[in-house]
């Protein structure tokens, strides 16, 4: 059974730092590129990094890009979402999510999310 | 920037009907369009993609259509499980592109 459980999300206040984790089973990690989407509360789906299959490569999206940095530990099968210079905007739950690499085009599969709130 | 559209954003229906989500994109993203379905307090589901492509272990009676800037989502008859928030997306992997509409709130009748 495929999982993927995120940690890591907190308060913070603004200009700070958090990474998120999320921990992979029950599929090939090192196989598959892997994603980062952020929802915030009541809003729509925003995509927000990228990393290969081998970490090699990594892709943001605008809002984040200098900011943010995705990175994956294939021995250990976790990906990171490493956070800093948080603004207000940032607030929303963040998920982990496969991309079908090879099977499926796109995003597969997702975890169930962590709650980053960035607020003094 | 390609920007994605769905319509309407609240749809109501009534179990056993047919329910008719569109998806529109601002230029033409060929069929690299993909549909996601969001219960509350769950993470998005995986329902469509290459535009008509169901995923694994989704219904028959889920159906997608459409190519270039007009996409539509079809639930051939409502289940009380259907009901649902309903994300179109489109993909690219170079560069990098991953944009989903704002949703459509699929909603009892």
């Known amino acids: 059974e495929v999982q993927l459980v995120e940690s890591g999300g907190d308060l913070v206040q603004p200009g700070g730092s958090l990474r998120l984790s999320c921990a992979a089973s029950?599929?090939?990690?090192?196989?598959?590129?892997m994603h980062w989407v952020r929802q915030a509360p009541g809003k729509g789906l925003i995509w927000v990094a990228r990393?290969?299959?081998?970490?090699?490569?990594?892709s943001y999206a605008d809002s984040v890009k200098g900011r943010f940095t995705i990175s994956r530990d294939s021995a250990n099968s976790t990906l990171y979402l490493q956070m800093n210079s948080l603004r207000a905007e940032d607030t929303a739950v963040y998920y982990c999510?496969?991309?079908?690499?090879?099977?499926?085009?796109?995003?597969?599969?997702w975890g169930q999310g962590t709650l980053v709130t960035v607020s003094s | 920037e390609i920007v994605m559209t769905q319509s309407p954003a609240t749809l109501s229906v009534s179990p056993g009907e047919r329910a008719t989500l569109s998806c529109r994109a601002s230029?033409?993203?060929?069929?690299?369009l993909a549909w996601y379905q969001q219960k509350p307090g769950q993470a998005p589901r995986l329902l469509i993609y290459?535009?008509?492509t169901r995923a694994s272990d989704i219904p028959a009676r889920f159906s997608g259509s459409g190519s270039g800037t007009a996409f539509t989502l079809t639930i051939s008859s409502l289940q009380s499980e259907d009901f649902a928030v309903y994300y179109c997306?489109?993909?690219?992997?170079?560069?990098?592109?991953?944009?989903f509409g704002q949703g459509t709130k699929l909603e009892i009748k």
């Open positions: 999510a496969r991309d079908g690499t090879g099977t499926t085009p796109t995003i597969d599969f």
């Open positions: 029950g599929f090939t990690f090192s196989s598959h590129w």
């Open positions: 990393v290969d299959s081998d970490g090699s490569s990594t």
């Open positions: 230029q033409s993203v060929s069929s690299n």
């Open positions: 290459d535009a008509s």
């Open positions: 997306q489109h993909y690219n992997n170079w560069p990098p592109m991953y944009t």
